[in-house]
């Protein structure tokens, strides 16, 4: 008998940041956003008077004997065991070293329970990392909100 593949495990994650520079401001165009893995970057969402908010999707699977869950998808980067995800300020036009500032959102702190409760309809596991550094190694505090603000 035939076994009938599993689904695609999803979550929906949101990154919340004012879009300040993590140290001393550059002057010079950037563009901030959610860099894919392409580095690109993804400009995110704006309410008045609120920081951004960076709205994305997670695949999850499960890794090769680990009880860790692995993530997937077009703005995760990292080997398996240590994926992350950035927030980028990047140069406009050509540069040798696009970047003027990247922040790395560690994916490891999200385990089994936190994708479970992210993935009842109309939840999201939701993180504000403003002021966070970009080689800063603590933990992010991850927390279930709303899919859509009300």
């Not at 929906?12 to 893995?37: C, S, W």
């Not at 980067?77 to 994926?83: E, I």
């Not at 036009?93 to 089994?112: M, Q």
Request: charged share 25%; aromatic share 8%; net charge positive.
């Amino acid at each position: 008998m035939a076994t009938r593949p599993s689904a695609k495990r999803q979550i929906h994650v949101r990154l919340i940041h004012n879009g300040m520079q993590p140290g001393t401001p550059l002057d010079e165009p950037l563009l901030f956003g959610l860099q894919d893995a392409k580095g690109d970057v993804h400009p995110g969402l704006t309410q008045p008077g609120e920081a951004r908010n960076f709205d994305l999707i997670l695949e999850v699977g499960e890794g090769n004997g680990v009880d860790k869950p692995v993530f997937r998808g077009a703005f995760v980067h990292g080997p398996a065991k240590a994926r992350f995800i950035y927030l980028s300020w990047k140069r406009q036009g050509e540069h040798e070293h696009p970047w003027g500032w990247r922040i790395k959102i560690p994916l490891s702190g999200i385990g089994w329970a936190e994708i479970h409760a992210a993935e009842k309809p109309g939840k999201c596991l939701a993180a504000n990392v403003i002021g966070r550094r970009p080689h800063a190694s603590e933990a992010i505090e991850w927390r279930i909100e709303a899919l859509h603000k009300s």
